[in-house]
Every structure is written in structure tokens, then in C-alpha cells.
Nanobody, 121 residues
Framework: QVQLVESGGGSVQAGGSLRLSCVAS????????MGWYRQAPGKERELVAK???????NYNELVEGRFFISRGNAKNTVNLQMHSLKLEDTAVYYC???????????????WGQGTQVTVSS
């Protein structure tokens, strides 16, 4: 099983910074990719950034150059440093892990509970 616990988030003024962290508790799985998605009211969930075990990083073009994803010092942790936050960054941010059972190639997707990020003017 893979359980994800997020921390960070909160409220900030436009132009400010926030940091999100996610720790995965893993049993019986290998985590290949960890990342962050977000969902604003009335919108679909979208990728923010993700990082693979091989350190391949993908960013949503809307956040590239402002947000930075990195692996934490502990195994199966991921951080998202957000700078120059905009009103449109307001959303619930979800940690995601793509993991597979040992000896298998197909991945399952696991989600955290989500953490609110609110950017105000």
C-alpha cells in the first residue's frame, strides 16, 4: 500500500511563496513517480509538476519558472517550492504517487488528501 501525507499550503498574498511537502509510506510497492496536481473550483484536476525516480521532471507550463519540485532527503518524499504565486494558483493541491508492485510493470496511482493553497490580492 502507498499512503501519502501532505503538509504546507495555506494563505499567501500574490507574489509570495509557499512550500508543500509530501511523504509516502510505502509497503510492497516501488514508487516510480511522485508529483503534485491541483484542482481549482469548477475546474478539472491538472498536473503541476512531477519527478521520476530517474530525476526526470515535468512542469505544467503555467508554473514553469515559478515552481520547483524536488525530492526530499528521506526516501519517497517530494517537495514543491512555489514562488511568485498568482491568484490563479489558488486550488487544492494533491500529492500523487505512481507505484508498482515488486515484479510487476503496471502502475497504480495513489493520492493524498489534498492541501488548500489560497492566493489573495
Amino acid at each position: 500500500q502507498v499512503q501519502l501525507v501532505e503538509s504546507g499550503g495555506g494563505s499567501v498574498q500574490a507574489g509570495g511563496s509557499l512550500r508543500l511537502s509530501c511523504v509516502a509510506s510505502v509497503s510492497g510497492f516501488i514508487v516510480d513517480v511522485m508529483g503534485w496536481y491541483r484542482q481549482a473550483p469548477g475546474k478539472e484536476r491538472e498536473l503541476v509538476a512531477k519527478i521520476s525516480s530517474g530525476e526526470i521532471i515535468n512542469y505544467n507550463e503555467l508554473v514553469e519558472g515559478r515552481f520547483f519540485i524536488s525530492r526530499g532527503n528521506a526516501k519517497n518524499t517530494v517537495n514543491l517550492q512555489m514562488h511568485s504565486l498568482k491568484l490563479e494558483d489558488t486550488a487544492v493541491y494533491y500529492c500523487n504517487a505512481e507505484a508498482r508492485r515488486y515484479g510487476r510493470s503496471n502502475r497504480s496511482s495513489f493520492w493524498g488528501q489534498g492541501t488548500q493553497v489560497t492566493v489573495s490580492s
